[in-house]
């Protein structure tokens, strides 16, 4: 299986405002020091909660937003020291499906247009062949083709993602960035989309690097997963060790909080990891490991040093207790 | 004996561009006493407006109850003059809305804002409403109390301020809890803190909740019975584990098997095709029909009934005449 996409030491700085008149410019790093592979055909999930650095990580990647150091290395080449002609003609391998289908469509044009709007830009084929592809397009995902000239106002959530999915594939890119692309859905829609995207990978070979909140809706997409917390990587893994040994408790503490319809009221279900307070704030994120704060398992060493990432069995784990 | 709360036969009608449309059509619930009612279904099948129903809250105009009964212990809340139900809600009914950012009043301390509440419906003056807001806080897990309440809404992170709304619901002990998608905003480990909290209060105060959501694995961990809805209407209604072990009704089967289960991966996900209809273009017939696997003549001419057809209640042709 050949490395589609290598982030190494990724790093994202944001530089806050003066505080006070001659006051320093505080620097929040929002994303420290990533990294992880890609392989060809593969998704790789990020998880975390708000504030985790889990879209900024992603956004960076496809240089969407500045990284502050680190390489990308997509298909052999680091996108990072691209110029920007460069990088324009790798965007077109490169495509982005945002989280809300209402905002990401430009209301007052044309579906067909909007599918075919990356074509143009692109110069990619004639106008006769970019109409066929809008066509072919609206089919995979399943549109129907008299609905090309309908307005995105016409459609439901659920079809106007499946629209963002259609104007993603137009330029045949490898990679997909999916950033939260069914947290804005009911549910029943959400397994319409879970299910094309999973069908979409498998006929044409995409790779997904898949950002979610909601571990089900990872287990189901993706291959491997990362899970995020103040902006490091705190575990990696394959999905089913991730699933089924997790080793970082804060892993623990996310599978235990997330709902599931094995755990009944009715059967005395009490919560085994309970993990309180809110993710602390990344303007001064702890000495030690980040998640001291809120960790049951939290020791002395835990404040003063920071734990890296070792391997322990199919895991990947930043922990100074783990298991 | 009587349910405490008594939702009967309420039919809500809302007057739009489109004529008028009925947003709840016979819709009957019962909660008890120390009992959690999960209502579970998608955007627009009148989840949020049973609860307004019921805390009498539905905008009129437009809106407005065109039928049916809703009794707190036998007294008719649709039959209530507006200052007496002034004086129930609050103190015998309460809610938790989704968004706390915007249920808070920016301008007012939390403490005070709780106080408040607690001055409207008990002859106490502020300084004793504000010691009992502190304490409130301190009960719903927020640490120093006696610091936050002097804190504003925007200081406060967003599992915080839902605290605060509990708090603050909880302040006169209500009878009925009504709580709207309380954690849709919130993180998951901050939202497994909520829940483990209103199970706490429930046990401490003993009032009926109702919880209402869109997601089963919320059900399946904190209700005690479960009223899925449907376009207005509710299309089945059990015990939690009957309908989450032997869901009836199609949609039912569809809600529960679309979830991606943090169990297992890679199966392919059960889907519901197309999406709600809108409520001006309910026919006649059953509401879920085009979107249903099972339908036939039958289910286009005709609204089935919330009946037993064996395991428990369900409206659905299909189950009535055991073809699924």
């Known amino acids: 299986m050949s490395v589609l996409l290598d982030v190494q030491d990724l790093t994202v700085q944001f530089t806050l405002p003066r505080q006070g008149l001659f006051g320093p410019r505080p620097v929040l790093e929002a994303v420290r020091q990533v990294s992880f592979r890609l392989e060809q055909g593969r998704a790789l999930g990020i998880v975390g909660e708000s504030g985790s650095g889990k879209t900024t990580a992603a956004m960076a990647t496809i240089r969407l937003v500045e990284a502050a150091s680190g390489k990308v290395i997509f298909q052999g080449e680091d996108l990072l020291q691209l110029d920007d002609a460069a990088m324009r003609q790798r965007r077109r391998d490169v495509q982005l499906i945002f989280q809300d289908p209402y905002s990401s469509l430009n209301p007052r044009a044309r579906v067909a247009d909007i599918v075919r709007e990356p074509m143009d830009l692109m110069e990619i084929g004639t106008p006769e062949e970019r109409r066929a592809r809008v066509t072919d397009l609206f089919r995979l995902v399943g549109l129907r083709p008299d609905q090309l000239s309908l307005f995105p106002h016409q459609f439901s959530g659920g079809q106007r993602q499946r629209i963002s999915i259609a104007r993603a594939l137009t330029t045949n890119p490898k990679l997909l960035v999916c950033d939260e692309p069914v947290s804005a859905l009911d549910v029943a829609i959400q397994a319409q989309i879970l299910n094309l995207l999973a069908r979409l990978k498998a006929e044409l070979g995409l790779s997904y690097l898949f950002i979610s909140h909601d571990l089900g809706v990872v287990r189901h997409v993706c291959d491997d997963v990362a899970v995020m917390y103040l902006g490091k990587i705190v575990e990696m893994a394959p999905r089913e060790a991730l699933f089924d040994t997790p080793q970082h408790p804060y892993t623990q503490a996310l599978l235990s909080a997330a709902p599931s319809l094995a755990r009944r009221k009715s059967r005395g279900y009490v919560r085994p990891v309970k993990i309180s307070g809110d993710p602390p704030s990344p303007i001064n994120p702890p000495k030690g490991c980040a998640f001291v704060e809120r960790c049951p398992k939290a020791q002395d060493i835990c404040r003063r040093v920071q734990p890296l990432l070792e391997s322990r069995g199919q895991n990947r784990v930043a922990c100074h207790f783990p298991g | ?324």
């Open chain 2, 1 to 324: 004996m009587s349910a405490l709360l008594e939702i009967e036969n309420l039919r809500v009608a809302f007057n739009t561009r489109h004529g008028e449309v009925t947003a709840l059509d016979s819709v009957s619930l019962t909660v008890n006493a120390g009992e959690t009612l999960g209502v579970v279904g998608e955007s627009g099948c009148g989840k949020s407006i049973t609860a307004l129903s019921v805390m009498g809250l539905i905008p009129s105009p437009p809106g407005r109850i065109a039928g049916g009964a809703i009794r707190l212990a036998g007294e008719d809340l649709t039959r209530v003059s507006e200052a007496r139900m002034r004086a129930l809600r609050g103190a015998e009914l309460a809610m938790i809305f989704q968004e706390p950012m915007t249920s808070l009043n920016p301008v007012f301390t939390v403490g005070d804002q709780i106080a408040e509440a607690i001055m409207l419906h008990q002859k106490v003056g502020h300084a004793q409403a504000f010691r009992d807001a502190v304490a409130l806080l301190d009960r719903v897990g927020i640490p120093s109390p006696d610091r936050r309440a002097r804190d504003y809404p925007h200081q406060l992170s967003g599992g915080m301020r839902q605290r605060v709304m509990i708090a603050m619901a909880v302040s006169c002990r209500p009878r009925v809890l009504i709580a709207d998608e309380p954690t849709t905003a919130l993180d998951v480990t901050v939202q497994a803190q909520i829940f483990d909290l209103l199970n706490e209060i429930q046990r401490d105060f003993g009032a009926a909740i109702i919880l209402i959501t869109h997601d089963m694995g919320a059900i399946s961990e904190m209700a005690d019975r479960v009223a899925v809805m449907y376009a207005g209407r509710v299309i089945e209604e059990a015990d939690a584990d009957d309908v989450l072990d032997h869901p009836q009704h199609p949609y039912t089967r569809g809600l529960i098997s679309c979830i991606p289960a943090l169990g297992k991966g890679d199966t392919e996900l059960r889907e519901i095709p197309g999406v709600v209809p809108p409520l001006h273009r309910l026919g006649a017939g059953c509401a879920f029909a085009e979107r249903c696997a099972h339908r036939n003549g039958r289910c286009d001419s005709g609204k089935p009934l919330l009946v037993n057809h064996g395991h428990h209640p369900a409206a659905c042709h299909a189950v009535q005449e055991g073809r699924i």
